[in-house]
C-alpha cells in the first residue's frame, strides 16, 4: 500500500516502480557447452524510439572474457560500486561457482517445470529446469532491511482491519466495478457474504509486501502489498542457502562474509502458520487444500510447503484447480465444505488472483462455494479485495490510515515508505503527468504491468478525450529509480554478466480467531533480480531471476 495527496509533484525527479512496463530479453549462444565450459550469453540489440528507451543501451549482456564493463547512468538508478570486484573475477573461478551452483540446485530442489517440455506444468518431475537465479547475493542495507521486517507486523494489522470495513471497500472499489469486470465480480461475492451475515472468525493472511530502495532518496518504497498468492516462500529459501553454500566455498576469494546472509524461514513460517489454522478448525479429519492453476511450472515452490506441512505438523493437503472443486465440491448444512468427499479446513490461494483464472462460470461458482463455506480462506475475498491496487490507492490519502489505526508511530512507519499515488480523477495530476510523463507509472486495476512515458501519455490523452468512466480501471503511482548494480544471472544453465536492479519482498502472516491474535509475524522474505534493462518483475513469468540479500 502507498501514499499519495492531489498536490503537484515535487520538482525532484520520482523513483520508478518495479511494476512498470517490461519486456523479456530475447538472446543469442556466444560459446557451446561442453562439461568445462559454461554458456555465457548476450541479447540482440532491441529496435527502440528515442523516446521509449527507458534504459541505457550500455547495460547489454557481454561475455565474460570481454573485458572492461562500463558503469552505468539510467533513468533507473546509477550503477553503485559492487560488493565483489565485479570486474576482476577470475574466469576459471567463475565457471566452478557456475558449475557448482547448477548441481547444488538440482540436488536440492530450486527447480521449476521447463516451459519447453509440454507436461512440466501438470506432471511432476516431468520437465524440470533450475529455477532462474542470480548467482551471488545481492547488497542490501541492514537498516533498510530491519525497517521492512518492521513494517510487516503493522500492515498485516492493517489488512486484517480494512478487510472487517465492508462499506470502505465496496465504495472505494465502486468505480473500478464499473469498468473492470473482474473487480465486479470479487465485489458481488463480497457483497453476497455482506447479505449472509457472514462472518470470518478465523482469519488467515499469508502475505508479501514489496519494496525498491530509492537511489535519490534512500527511501524504502513500498511496490505493493499482496493478499492473494504470495509465491515463492519455498525457492527463495533454496536460494538463501545455495548462496550461503558458495560463500563457505569461495568467500575468501570474494571477500565475502556468509555470516552477512540473513537466514530465511518463509516456508517453515508459512507452513506453522497454515497448520495453526488448521488446528483453530477443530476437525483432526479435515484437510489443508491448496487451490492450483491447471498448468503451474512453479509447482516445486507450492510441493516444498506441503512437504513442510506434512513432515513438521502431520497435516495432509491436496490440490484443487478452481473446475475440480466446482465439479467435487459440497457444502454440508453446518458450512463444512467437502472436495471429492473429504472435509477442507483451510483454504489456501496459489490461483484466483487473475481474469484468467475464471475462463469459465464454472470457476466462479467454485469461488463462491469457498466463500460460503466455514473453511478458513486465505485470504478471504475481504483479504483478496484489501489487496488490491485501488485500495493501496486510497490508503495513501490523508486521514485514512488514521481510519483503521490508532497507534501514531505505527502511522508514521507506514506513511514513512509509501511511494505517491494518485487516482485519476484528479485534474491536477494528470496534467503533472503528463508534462512529466518519465516520473510516473500508470498502473491497471488487474495484475500486469504498468504504463510509462508514450503509453502513459497516450492511455491519459485518450481517457480525457473520451470523458469516460474507464480511468477508474488505473492508479498513477511515482517512479522508483533504484540503484543498479552489476551481477551474474543463471537461466536455463547459462550464465548472463549484466547490470541488474532488485525488489525485496518480505513475508508476513497473520492468525487470528475472534478478538484473539496468534500469529503476527515476519516470516522470511523473497529477493528478486532482473537486468536494469527490463521492466517488468515476475520470476515465474521470466522475467527476473530470484536472489537473497547480503546486509551491508
Not at 92 to 114: E, F, K, N, P, T
Not at 139 to 151: G, K, T
Not at 248 to 262: A, E, F, Q, T
Request: aromatic share 8%; hydrophobic share 40%.
Amino acid at each position: 500500500m502507498g501514499v499519495g495527496s492531489s498536490q503537484s509533484l515535487p520538482n525532484s525527479t520520482f523513483p520508478s516502480a518495479l511494476a512498470a512496463t517490461f519486456f523479456p530479453h530475447q538472446s543469442q549462444p556466444i560459446f557451446s557447452f561442453n562439461p568445462s565450459t559454461i554458456i555465457f550469453q548476450r541479447p540482440c540489440k532491441r529496435a527502440m524510439t528515442e523516446r521509449s528507451l527507458l534504459w541505457s543501451s550500455s547495460s547489454s549482456f557481454v561475455p565474460l572474457n570481454s573485458g572492461k564493463v562500463d558503469q552505468v547512468e539510467t533513468q533507473v538508478g546509477s550503477a553503485v560500486r559492487p560488493m565483489y570486484d565485479f570486474h576482476g573475477i577470475d574466469e576459471a573461478l567463475l565457471q566452478r561457482m557456475v558449475y557448482d551452483a547448477l548441481v547444488w540446485s538440482s540436488l536440492h530442489g530450486l527447480v521449476v517445470g521447463d516451459r519447453t517440455v509440454k507436461r512440466a506444468g501438470t506432471v511432476p518431475g516431468v520437465g524440470m529446469v533450475h529455477a532462474p537465479f542470480a548467482l551471488l547475493p545481492m547488497s542490501f542495507p541492514e537498516s533498510h532491511w530491519q525497517q521492512a521486517c518492521e513494517l510487516t507486523p503493522i500492515f498485516n494489522e492493517l489488512v486484517d482491519r480494512v478487510s472487517l470495513d465492508w462499506k470502505f471497500l465496496q465504495e472505494a472499489l465502486y468505480r473500478t466495478k464499473k469498468v473492470d469486470s473482474f473487480t465486479s465480480r470479487l465485489l458481488d461475492i463480497h457483497s453476497k457474504m455482506q447479505e449472509m451475515n457472514k462472518k470470518e472468525e478465523i482469519r488467515l493472511g499469508l502475505h508479501r509486501s514489496d519494496y525498491m530502495l530509492d537511489e535519490q532518496t534512500k527511501l524504502l518504497l513500498q511496490i505493493e502489498l499482496n493478499t492473494i498468492s504470495s509465491s515463492f516462500p519455498g525457492l527463495s529459501c533454496l536460494v538463501t542457502e545455495l548462496h550461503r553454500s558458495l560463500l563457505n566455498h569461495y568467500g575468501k576469494h570474494l571477500g565475502l562474509d556468509s555470516k552477512r546472509i540473513p537466514g530465511n524461514s518463509a516456508v517453515t513460517q508459512f507452513a506453522e502458520a497454515l497448520a495453526q489454522a488448521w488446528k483453530e478448525y477443530n476437525n483432526p479429519r479435515a484437510l489443508v487444500m491448496f487451490v492450483v492453476q491447471t498448468e503451474e511450472r512453479n509447482m516445486y515452490d507450492q510441493h516444498w510447503l506441503s512437504t513442510a506441512l506434512k513432515e513438521r505438523h502431520d497435516v495432509t493437503t491436496i490440490r484443487k484447480t478452481l473446475a475440480e472443486i466446482d465439479a467435487e465440491g459440497k457444502l454440508l448444512p453446518d458450512g463444512t465444505l467437502t472436495v471429492g468427499g473429504q472435509p477442507v479446513a483451510v483454504i489456501y490461494f496459489r490461483a484466483g488472483y487473475a481474469p484468467t483464472d475464471y475462463p469459465s462460470e464454472s470457476e466462479w461458482r467454485a469461488r463462491l462455494l469457498m466463500e460460503q463455506s466455514s473453511a478458513v480462506k486465505c485470504p478471504s475475498i475481504s483479504y483478496h479485495l484489501a489487496g488490491t491496487k485501488k485500495i493501496q490507492q486510497e490508503i495513501a490519502k490523508p486521514n485514512v490510515l488514521e481510519r483503521f489505526l490508532e497507534n501514531k508511530d505505527d502511522i508514521a512507519k507506514l506513511r514513512k515508505c509509501f511511494a505517491g499515488l494518485w487516482s485519476l480523477d484528479d485534474s491536477n495530476i494528470i496534467k503533472e503527468a503528463i508534462e512529466r510523463p518519465e516520473v510516473f507509472v500508470m498502473k491497471p486495476q488487474r495484475e500486469g504491468g504498468g504504463l510509462i512515458i508514450d503509453k502513459l501519455i497516450e492511455t491519459l490523452l485518450r481517457l480525457q478525450k473520451e470523458g469516460t468512466e474507464e480511468d477508474a480501471a488505473y492508479i498513477l503511482m511515482q517512479r522508483i529509480f533504484p540503484n543498479v548494480s552489476p551481477t551474474f544471472l543463471m537461466r536455463e544453465g547459462i550464465c548472463y554478466k549484466d547490470h541488474a536492479i532488485s525488489e525485496l519482498g518480505i513475508y508476513g502472516a497473520y492468525l487470528r480467531n475472534k478478538e484473539k491474535v496468534i500469529i503476527n509475524d515476519q516470516c522470511g522474505h523473497l529477493m528478486r533480480t532482473k537486468v536494469s534493462s527490463s521492466n517488468e518483475g515476475g520470476v515465474a513469468a521470466g522475467f527476473a531471476v530470484l536472489d537473497s540479500i547480503y546486509l551491508t
